[in-house]
């Protein structure tokens, strides 16, 4: 596998789910769009 390269957000986009597993991957992700009104740097995970 190569190096991973790290990015800043630069958008926030709107995911549908049915569940977090227990190391953290969603499961059964779905795009649901860009979320133009957000900013990505206040972008955070749910709890």
């Known amino acids: 596998m190569a190096e991973?390269?790290?990015v800043d957000p630069q958008v926030v986009a709107r995911i549908a789910y049915r569940a977090w597993t227990a190391d953290t991957p969603l499961r059964?992700?779905?795009y649901r769009g860009?979320?133009?009104d957000r900013d990505a740097s206040a972008a955070q995970?749910?709890?």
Do not use: I, Q, R, Y
């Open 45 to 47: 995970l749910p709890e």
């Open 34 to 36: 860009v979320l133009d």
């Open 28 to 30: 059964h992700p779905v």
């Open 4 to 6: 991973a390269t790290w």
